[in-house]
C-alpha cells in the first residue's frame, strides 16, 4: 500500500497552488459587499450597471474557464496561470483607476478573463498522487470558502480608508504576489497527463449534459450564486439604512460569517455521517427562500443580523455540499467534466445575478431584490424536490501495472466489478489506472486491495 503521507513537493504544491486559488477569490469578493455603496462617485452609474460590474466577471469565467483548461494542456499549465493572473492584474488596475461604470465594467470582465481555475487544479493533479489527490482537493475548496469570509470582511475595511480604487489595487498586488508564488514556491511540473477525475473530456459532455440529476446539481449552483450576486446590490444599503455606518459593514459581515460557518458545520456532519444529504439539501433551499423573502422587510438592526446568519448559514452549506453530490454522482471517470459543467453554471449564475439584482432595484426598489431573489429560491425548491437521493460513493483510482495490456484488461475490468461494494469501473489503459465508483460501508477494501497488488493507489472522494 502506498502511503498517503504527503511528500515535501505535494505539500508545496498544495500550499501554493491554494493561496493562489484563494488570493484570486479574495479579490474577485472583496468588491461584493462595497461596489454599490461607492457607486455614486461614478459617471453613468445606475443600479442596473452596478449589477452589471458586480456580475461581470462571471460571464468571461463562463466563456474561458473551459478552453483555459484544455489549452493548459498543450502549452503547459504555468504558463497558462501566469497568463490569468496577468489578466487578472490588469483587470484590477484598470478598475482602480476607472471614473465610470463603464470602466469598473470592463475591469471586473478582464479580471473573470484570467479563468484559470480548471488550470490550477490541473497543475495540482500533476503534482500529486492519486492517494493523495482527494485531500488535496478538500484543501482548495476550504480555501475558497476561506477566502470569501475575508472578502466580506476585508472589502468594507479597504474601502472605508482607501475607497473603491483602494480595493482593486489591493486586488492587483493579490495578483503580482500571486506570480511570485506560481514561480518561487509551486515546484515544476511533471509531464503533463490526462486527470479524469479533474479536467474535461469533451467526449463525455454530452452524457453528462444528458444526466437529470447532475443538471439538477447543475441549476443549484447557478441558483446559488445568481442570488448571492443580486444581494449584493441592496445588502450594503440595508445596513446602511438601519444604522450601520459604512466603516462598521466589515465587523457585522465577521460576525455573520463566522457564526455562519459554525452553524454550518454540524449541518455538513449531519448530511455526510448520518446520509442525510437530501434532506438537509432541500432544507437549506427552503430556508434560504425564507430568509430571502423575511429580508424584504427587515429594516432594522436585529432582524436584519438574524436573517443574513441565516442567509449565509444556508449559502455555506449548500456551497460546501453540492460539490460533494456532484462527486457522488458523476460516473466513474467522468467527474472532471460533470465538475466544469457545474463550475461554468456557477459563473453563468453569477453575471446574470448581478444584472437581475440591478434591474429589480432599478425598476421596483430594494425590497424587490430580495423577494425576487425569494422567488428565484422557490422555483429552485420545486425543480429539485423530486430529486433522487444521492448513492454515497466514494471515488477510488487504482495504478495500472505497465505491463496490462489486451484480454489482460477486460479481465481485470470484470473482477474488480465482481468485488463487493465496487459500483462502477471505467478502465483507461493510456491513463494506465482504472477509475472506480465505490461504496465504502459495502466495499470488501481486502479483495480489492488484492486486486490491485503492490500498484494498488486509490483516493477516497
Same mark, same amino acid.
Given at each position: 500500500?502506498?502511503? *498517503?503521507?504527503?511528500? =515535501?513537493?505535494?505539500?508545496?504544491?498544495?500550499?501554493?497552488?491554494?493561496?493562489?486559488?484563494?488570493?484570486?477569490?479574495?479579490?474577485?469578493?472583496?468588491?461584493?459587499? &462595497?461596489?454599490?455603496?461607492?457607486?455614486?462617485?461614478?459617471?453613468?452609474?445606475?443600479?442596473?450597471?452596478?449589477?452589471? =460590474?458586480?456580475?461581470?466577471?462571471?460571464?468571461?469565467?463562463?466563456?474561458?474557464?473551459?478552453?483555459?483548461?484544455?489549452?493548459?494542456?498543450?502549452?503547459?499549465?504555468?504558463?497558462?496561470?501566469?497568463?490569468?493572473? &496577468?489578466?487578472?492584474?490588469?483587470?484590477?488596475? /484598470?478598475?482602480?483607476?476607472?471614473?465610470?461604470?463603464?470602466?469598473?465594467?470592463?475591469?471586473?470582465?478582464?479580471?473573470?478573463?484570467?479563468?484559470?481555475?480548471?488550470?490550477?487544479?490541473?497543475?495540482?493533479?500533476?503534482?500529486?498522487?492519486?492517494?493523495?489527490?482527494?485531500?488535496?482537493?478538500?484543501?482548495?475548496?476550504?480555501?475558497?470558502?476561506?477566502?470569501?469570509?475575508?472578502?466580506?470582511?476585508?472589502?468594507?475595511?479597504? #474601502?472605508?480608508?482607501?475607497?473603491?480604487?483602494?480595493?482593486?489595487?489591493?486586488?492587483?498586488?493579490?495578483?503580482?504576489?500571486?506570480?511570485?508564488?506560481?514561480?518561487?514556491? /509551486?515546484? @515544476?511540473?511533471?509531464?503533463?497527463?490526462?486527470?479524469?477525475?479533474?479536467?474535461?473530456?469533451?467526449?463525455?459532455?454530452?452524457?453528462?449534459?444528458?444526466?437529470?440529476?447532475?443538471? *439538477?446539481?447543475?441549476?443549484?449552483?447557478?441558483?446559488?450564486?445568481?442570488?448571492?450576486?443580486?444581494?449584493?446590490?441592496?445588502?450594503?444599503?440595508?445596513?446602511?439604512?438601519?444604522?450601520?455606518?459604512?466603516?462598521?459593514?466589515?465587523?457585522?459581515?465577521?460576525?455573520?460569517?463566522?457564526?455562519?460557518?459554525?452553524?454550518?458545520?454540524?449541518? &455538513?456532519?449531519?448530511?455526510?455521517?448520518?446520509?442525510?444529504?437530501?434532506?438537509?439539501?432541500?432544507?437549506?433551499?427552503?430556508?434560504?427562500?425564507?430568509?430571502?423573502?423575511?429580508?424584504?422587510?427587515?429594516?432594522?438592526?436585529?432582524?436584519? &443580523?438574524?436573517?443574513?446568519?441565516?442567509?449565509?448559514?444556508?449559502?455555506?452549506?449548500?456551497? #460546501?455540499?453540492?460539490?460533494?453530490?456532484?462527486?457522488?454522482?458523476?460516473? @466513474?471517470?467522468?467527474?472532471?467534466?460533470?465538475?466544469?459543467?457545474?463550475?461554468?453554471?456557477?459563473?453563468?449564475?453569477?453575471?446574470?445575478?448581478?444584472?437581475?439584482?440591478?434591474?429589480? =432595484?432599478?425598476?421596483?426598489?430594494?425590497?424587490?431584490?430580495?423577494?425576487?431573489?425569494?422567488?428565484?429560491?422557490?422555483?429552485?425548491?420545486?425543480?429539485?424536490?423530486?430529486?433522487?437521493?444521492?448513492?454515497?460513493?466514494?471515488?477510488?483510482?487504482?495504478?495500472?501495472?505497465?505491463?496490462?495490456?489486451?484480454?489482460?484488461?477486460?479481465?481485470?475490468?470484470?473482477?474488480?466489478?465482481?468485488?463487493?461494494?465496487?459500483?462502477?469501473?471505467?478502465?483507461?489503459?493510456?491513463?494506465?489506472?482504472?477509475?472506480?465508483?465505490?461504496?465504502?460501508?459495502?466495499?470488501?477494501?481486502?479483495?480489492?486491495?488484492?486486486?490491485?497488488?503492490?500498484?494498488?493507489?486509490?483516493?477516497?472522494?
Amino acid at each position: 500500500m502506498v502511503s *498517503r503521507l504527503l511528500l =515535501a513537493t505535494e505539500r508545496r504544491a498544495i500550499i501554493g497552488l491554494a493561496s493562489l486559488y484563494a488570493s484570486r477569490m479574495l479579490g474577485l469578493f472583496m468588491v461584493l459587499p &462595497v461596489l454599490a455603496l461607492y457607486a455614486d462617485d461614478l459617471a453613468g452609474a445606475t443600479p442596473l450597471l452596478v449589477g452589471l =460590474a458586480l456580475g461581470g466577471y462571471g460571464l468571461t469565467q463562463a466563456i474561458l474557464q473551459i478552453p483555459f483548461g484544455l489549452l493548459s494542456d498543450r502549452i503547459g499549465r504555468k504558463v497558462v496561470i501566469a497568463l490569468g493572473l &496577468v489578466l487578472f492584474m490588469l483587470g484590477s488596475v /484598470v478598475a482602480a483607476m476607472a471614473d465610470s461604470i463603464a470602466w469598473i465594467i470592463a475591469g471586473r470582465c478582464l479580471q473573470g478573463s484570467g479563468a484559470v481555475a480548471a488550470a490550477i487544479m490541473a497543475l495540482l493533479a500533476d503534482q500529486t498522487r492519486e492517494q493523495v489527490r482527494t485531500a488535496a482537493m478538500a484543501t482548495i475548496g476550504l480555501s475558497i470558502g476561506v477566502a470569501f469570509a475575508i472578502a466580506m470582511v476585508l472589502g468594507p475595511l479597504l #474601502a472605508s480608508h482607501f475607497g473603491l480604487s483602494g480595493v482593486f489595487w489591493f486586488t492587483a498586488l493579490l495578483a503580482a504576489l500571486g506570480l511570485l508564488v506560481l514561480w518561487h514556491l /509551486v515546484p @515544476a511540473a511533471p509531464r503533463r497527463l490526462r486527470h479524469r477525475d479533474v479536467g474535461l473530456d469533451r467526449n463525455q459532455m454530452k452524457a453528462m449534459l444528458g444526466r437529470s440529476d447532475l443538471l *439538477r446539481l447543475d441549476l443549484s449552483i447557478f441558483s446559488l450564486h445568481l442570488i448571492l450576486m443580486a444581494i449584493f446590490v441592496a445588502v450594503p444599503f440595508r445596513l446602511l439604512g438601519a444604522g450601520i455606518p459604512i466603516e462598521r459593514h466589515g465587523v457585522v459581515y465577521l460576525g455573520v460569517m463566522a457564526l455562519a460557518f459554525v452553524g454550518m458545520v454540524p449541518l &455538513v456532519i449531519v448530511a455526510e455521517k448520518k446520509r442525510r444529504m437530501k434532506g438537509i439539501f432541500l432544507g437549506a433551499v427552503a430556508a434560504m427562500a425564507a430568509c430571502l423573502m423575511a429580508l424584504g422587510t427587515a429594516t432594522t438592526v436585529v432582524p436584519l &443580523v438574524l436573517l443574513l446568519f441565516g442567509f449565509f448559514t444556508a449559502f455555506n452549506l449548500l456551497e #460546501a455540499t453540492l460539490p460533494s453530490m456532484i462527486s457522488k454522482m458523476a460516473p @466513474a471517470g467522468a467527474k472532471g467534466t460533470a465538475m466544469g459543467i457545474y463550475s461554468t453554471s456557477q459563473f453563468l449564475g453569477a453575471f446574470l445575478g448581478g444584472i437581475l439584482g440591478g434591474a429589480l =432595484a432599478q425598476d421596483f426598489g430594494l425590497d424587490a431584490v430580495f423577494y425576487g431573489c425569494g422567488l428565484v429560491a422557490l422555483i429552485w425548491l420545486t425543480a429539485v424536490w423530486g430529486m433522487p437521493t444521492p448513492r454515497y460513493l466514494s471515488s477510488e483510482v487504482v495504478a495500472l501495472d505497465p505491463d496490462t495490456h489486451g484480454d489482460a484488461l477486460d479481465t481485470l475490468l470484470e473482477r474488480f466489478a465482481e468485488v463487493a461494494g465496487v459500483e462502477d469501473v471505467l478502465v483507461v489503459p493510456e491513463e494506465r489506472v482504472v477509475y472506480l465508483k465505490v461504496d465504502r460501508q459495502r466495499l470488501d477494501s481486502d479483495a480489492l486491495a488484492r486486486i490491485a497488488g503492490s500498484r494498488h493507489d486509490h483516493e477516497g472522494a
